[in-house]
């Protein structure tokens, strides 16, 4: 069974950064895909970054350019610095890892972006 601890998110102004980091502990095989995804309340969770053992990235439109996704594999942890943050970026941020076929979920860190 993995575990993964989120931390990081919090309150901030429109214009700032909050860095999300997630650690995966418990697994015994090497964690494939890891990835960062979202849910405003009364909206569909969506995927905001996705990143790749080898270091390929993935991002939603809406971040392209704001948001940056990186993992250091050795502490299986995967991070997303989030900058120029607005007021749209507001939901609960989950980290997944994927590892033998499987995805796990974090508890959700909560990031508010005031106006």
């Known amino acids: 069974q993995v575990q993964l601890v989120e931390s990081g998110g919090g309150l901030v102004q429109a214009g700032g950064s909050l860095r999300l980091s997630c650690a995966a502990s418990?697994?015994?095989?090497?964690?494939?895909?890891m990835g960062w995804h979202r849910q405003a309340p009364g909206k569909q969770r969506e995927l905001v970054a996705g990143?790749?053992?080898?270091?390929?990235?993935d991002y939603a439109e809406s971040v392209e350019g704001r948001f940056t996704i990186s993992r250091d594999n050795a502490k299986n942890t995967v991070y997303l610095q989030m900058n120029s943050l607005k007021p749209e970026d507001t939901a609960v941020y989950y980290c997944?890892?994927?590892?033998?076929?499987?995805?796990?979920w974090g508890q959700g860190t909560q990031v508010t972006v005031s106006s």
């Open positions: 418990g697994s015994r095989s090497s964690i494939n895909n």
């Open positions: 997944a890892v994927g590892t033998r076929g499987i995805v796990y």
């Open positions: 990143i790749s053992r080898g270091g390929s990235t």
